[in-house]
């Protein structure tokens, strides 16, 4: 790891570093173990805006199955280039010839959409494979899993369209309604699943049970049969389950760490002084007064992070808040003795993370093996 409070080298901060013998090493963990559940792995690219260096580092692997973005810009950078792609985001009407161009599979749940997806494989001389999403609860995407006769309407309807392929079913968990994928959910897909397959005599390559947030269930080995895929971004990257945000056994939390620099450190007052109006966002703050506290204003803002996602390396810094460009730390209890120009290390949530790498004015550096 960084030291913390390096001296600034001749680069321009903010920066991004990303630690792609780490990221190497969570992607073999997590694999080993979605491979050892009988299930293919598909790595999601969205939360790092599909970075070059991480996807060719991905495109190298034999332990990715699949990539997939929720943005066809992102899957046109590495489509054709030796693993199959996803279109993880419903297709937008006005994107479908990219869809057809760009993406091997698409998630969809609606007919119209579906049809439109035939015709432009049909104009392309495509074959256009589709996972149809099945809403288990969560009220995202997906047909609602009670409605059980426009499930198998759809599937006739999709059978009978020439340049569409059913790849599979899926659904998506813990991200509008936050639901915890559990045996009991997850089971009601893998039935579904096995009732498709009977009915209609055929094998679906993908059921799909969901992101990080169901990676859980496979360490306490309590991943419904029948499930054979899981779609991970974040655990990947950050190196932690989302059902219950635990570090993942094998897999580092760092392996992406944000640096910014100090140009103001100063020791101030903790209480603003006058009258308290709005700030910046259209929030009225309440402040806490701690004395004079020694603050450092680093040069990153609201603009490239989300400032309440992201924590210090050093455990004695603490984050008072951020406007668009100015980021405010009090570190009056560190040891170290910071000077203008210094450099802090942060760890970075899947917010902060995606804003990060969203950010025009964020550099990267890639530590590589030696
Ligand atoms: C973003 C996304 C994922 C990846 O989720 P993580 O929590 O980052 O693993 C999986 N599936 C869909 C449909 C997504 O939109």
């Known amino acids: 790891m960084k030291e913390l409070g390096n001296k600034a080298e ?17 992607l073999e963990t997590l694999a080993a173990r979605i491979h050892g559940a009988a299930c293919s792995l598909m790595i999601v690219t969205k939360g790092f805006c599909a970075d070059p260096h991480i996807v ?9 199955d699949y990539l997939a973005d929720s943005r066809i810009q992102n899957i046109q950078t590495y489509a054709g280039r030796g693993k199959e792609t996803v279109l993880l985001r419903l297709p937008q009407v006005c994107e479908i010839p990219e869809v057809v161009r760009w993406a091997d599979i698409s998630f969809n749940s609606e007919m119209e959409t579906i049809r439109l997806l035939n015709e432009e494989a049909l104009k392309q001389h495509k074959i256009h494979r589709i996972v149809l999403m099945i ?32 790849a599979g079913i ?36 993908i059921v799909s049970g969901g992101n990080s947030s169901s990676y859980y269930l496979i360490e306490k080995g309590e991943l ?15 190196g932690g389950e989302t059902a219950f945000q635990s570090p993942i056994k094998g897999a580092s939390t760092d392996a992406v760490i ?16 006058g009258e308290i109006g709005m700030d910046a966002f259209g929030k009225r703050p309440v402040y806490e007064d701690r004395g004079l506290r020694k603050r450092a204003i680093l040069a990153i803002g609201r603009q490239d992070i989300d400032s309440e996602g992201i924590t210090a390396l050093n455990p004695r810094i ?14 009056t209890e560190s040891e170290i003795p910071y000077q203008v120009g210094d450099i802090i290390p942060f760890t970075m949530n899947y ?4 804003r990060a790498f969203t950010s025009p004015y964020i550099g990267r550096r890639y530590i590589e093996p030696q």
């Not at 998506?172 to 897909?189: E, H, M, Q, R, W």
């Open 10 to 26: 001749a680069v321009r901060y903010p920066l991004l570093v990303i630690d792609t013998e780490k990221l190497n090493q969570n």
């Open 56 to 64: 060719a580092l991905l495109l190298g692997s034999s332990a990715v």
């Open 135 to 166: 809403d288990l609860g969560d009220l995202r995407e997906g047909i609602f899993f009670k409605e059980e006769a426009t499930i198998f309407d759809t599937l006739e309807a999709i059978q009978a369209l020439s340049n569409i392929r059913l």
């Open 170 to 205: 899926g659904t998506n968990l813990t991200c509008y309604g936050a639901i915890i994928p559990k045996k009991d959910n997850l089971s009601v897909l893998s039935a579904l699943a096995e009732r498709i397959e009977s009915q209609y005599h055929l094998k679906l390559a």
């Open 224 to 238: 419904p049969k029948g499930i054979n895929n899981l779609r991970l971004g974040e655990s990947f990257v950050l």
């Open 258 to 273: 944000l640096e910014a620099q100090i140009v103001e450190l100063k020791i101030k007052p903790s209480m603003p002084i």
């Open 318 to 331: 603490r984050v008072l808040g951020a406007s668009s460009d100015h980021l405010l730390l009090d570190v």
């Open 351 to 354: 917010s902060a993370f995606l």
